[in-house]
C-alpha cells in the first residue's frame, strides 16, 4: 500500500487494520511479509557468518515457512510434524536442523526416512536412540548455559553440562554417530549480551578440549533467543548491539573454519504480527470498565501464559484513558488479558489491537504446539 492510499487521521497500522477489517472477521492476525523479509535481512546483515535455521514453532503457518525458504532460510524443527511440513514446503532435508534434544523413536525413523540427518542431543540414553533408529546421523551437543534475564528460560529443561559434553560426543562416535559441534540456547527474548558471550566461551573450551581428544568440531549453532521490541515504549532495538559483540566473539575464539548456525524464531516472525480483536461486551464492576474481547489466553493471547509476554493494548480510539480489565471470551476466569489497562472508553465492537505479536502467540494456540498433538479421545462403554 502506498502512503498515499492511507487517511490522514490515522496510522498506517490502523488503516491497515481498517481496510483488513472490511474484508475479513475478527479476530484475525495479519503477518506482514515486509516485516518478515526485513527481519531475515536484519539478521543477515549483523550476523552475516551465521546461518540462520527459521525455529518454526514460532509460527508454523506455511506461508511464512515458504517466505522463508524463498529468502534462502535454513529451518529448526521439534518434531516429526515440524519436519514433514518444510519438507512438504519444499525444503531439502539438507536445510533442516531436528533441535529437540528428546526425541521419539517414531520421529527418529521419519527423519531417518527423510534424510533429516543433522540432530540435537544432550544426554546418553538419547545417543543409543539416535543411534538406533537414525544410524550415523550428524550431531550436535547442546549444552547447559546461563539464561540470566531472558524472558522464557530454557535450560530448566535442556542442556548438558558443558565438563560432560565432550564425554558424550566421544560416546556418539563410539555408536557410529557423526558428532559435529556444541549448541545452546540463551533463552527466549534475551537481551542480556553476556549470556551469549559466556555460552561461546564455554562452547569455545569444548572445541578445544575434543581437538585435544582427535575429536574435529566444526559446527556452532548459537541458538535462538534474539530479542525484540514487544512495545512502543521497549528501548531501541538492542539486536544490532548484541549483534556486534557476539560477531567479535566469534571471531576471537572460533577458527575461521567453524560453520555457525543460530535457530531464531522470535526475533524473524514476532514484529510481522498484528492481532486484531473486537470487543463482544463490556460492564462496569469492581469500579472498573470491563472488556470481554472475541480472542483470549485460549487464543491469540495465549502468549501471557505460555511466553510470559505482556502486549500492548491498542484502540483506534482517542480521548481520556480509565482503568480497565479486559478479557477473553471464554467462561473461564484464567481467561483475563489484562487487569489494569488505561483504555479509553470502548463500546461492543470496538478494535483492540496488538503489535509484534507474530511469534508463540497463535502458534501456542494451537492444538499441536510444536508439532505434539494430544491425546486422541476414545469413547469405551
Ligand atoms: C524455541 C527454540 C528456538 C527459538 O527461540 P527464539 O527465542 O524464539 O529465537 C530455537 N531453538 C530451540 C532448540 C528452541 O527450543
Not at 506455511?62 to 525444503?91: C, H, Q, W, Y
Not at 560416546?171 to 559466556?198: D, M
Not at 495465549?302 to 484513558?321: A, M, N, P, W
Request: hydrophobic fraction near 40%; proline fraction near 4%.
Amino acid at each position: 500500500m502506498k502512503r498515499s492510499e492511507f487517511s490522514p487521521n490515522g496510522s498506517a497500522v490502523e488503516n491497515l487494520i481498517r481496510q483488513t477489517l472490511k474484508k475479513c472477521h475478527s479476530p484475525v492476525m495479519i503477518i506482514r511479509k515486509s516485516l518478515l523479509r526485513k527481519q531475515y535481512e536484519r539478521f543477515r546483515i549483523h550476523l552475516p557468518k551465521v546461518t540462520p535455521y527459521y525455529a518454526i514453532k514460532a509460527n508454523p503457518h506455511p506461508e511464512i515457512v515458504k517466505t522463508f525458504l524463498r529468502l534462502g532460510a535454513n529451518f529448526d524443527v521439534a518434531s516429526a510434524n515440524e519436519m514433514n511440513l518444510v519438507l512438504s514446503l519444499g525444503a531439502h532435508p539438507d536445510r533442516m536442523i531436528f533441535a529437540n534434544t528428546i526425541k521419539s523413536a517414531e520421529d527418529l525413523q521419519a527423519a531417518y526416512r527423510r534424510r533429516v540427518r543433522l540432530m540435537t542431543f544432550d544426554n546418553e540414553p538419547e545417543l543409543y536412540k539416535i543411534a538406533k533408529h537414525a544410524p550415523g546421523s550428524r550431531v550436535i551437543v547442546r549444552i547447559k548455559v546461563e539464561n540470566i534475564g531472558s524472558i522464557v528460560e530454557l535450560s530448566l529443561k535442556f542442556g548438558a553440562d558443558a565438563e560432560h559434553a565432550v564425554f558424550l560426543l566421544r560416546k556418539a562416535k563410539g555408536l557410529g554417530l557423526r558428532p559435529e559441534g556444541v549448541s545452546f540456547h540463551v533463552g527466549s527474548q534475551c537481551s542480556n549480551v553476556e549470556n551469549y558471550v559466556h555460552a561461546l566461551e564455554v562452547a569455545a573450551q569444548i572445541f578445544r578440549e575434543a581437538k585435544q581428544e582427535g575429536l574435529h568440531l566444526s559446527i556452532l549453532d548459537i541458538g535462538g533467543g534474539f530479542p525484540i521490541r514487544h512495545t512502543d515504549q521497549d528501548k531501541q532495538p538492542v539486536f544490532e548491539i548484541m549483534a556486534r559483540k557476539i560477531r567479535a566473539e566469534m571471531s576471537r575464539l572460533f577458527d575461521k573454519k567453524t560453520k555457525f548456525i543460530a535457530e531464531p524464531g522470535r526475533f524473524l516472525v514476532g514484529p510481522a504480527g498484528i492481532l486484531v480483536t473486537q470487543v463482544i461486551g463490556r460492564t462496569f464492576r469492581n469500579n472498573k470498565n470491563y472488556y470481554y474481547l472475541n480472542d483470549g489466553i485460549y487464543g491469540d493471547f495465549s502468549g501471557i501464559v505460555f511466553d510470559h509476554c505482556k502486549y500492548e493494548l491498542k484502540t483506534l480510539r482517542r480521548g481520556q484513558r480509565f482503568l480497565s480489565t479486559v478479557a477473553g471470551p471464554t467462561c473461564d476466569s484464567l481467561d483475563t488479558i489484562s487487569l489494569s489497562e488505561e483504555l479509553p472508553e470502548l463500546d461492543v465492537g470496538s478494535i483492540v489491537y496488538v503489535k509484534n505479536i507474530g511469534a508463540y502467540s497463535s502458534a501456542s494456540a494451537v492444538q499441536s504446539f510444536n508439532g505434539f498433538a494430544p491425546a486422541k479421545i476414545i469413547l469405551v462403554d
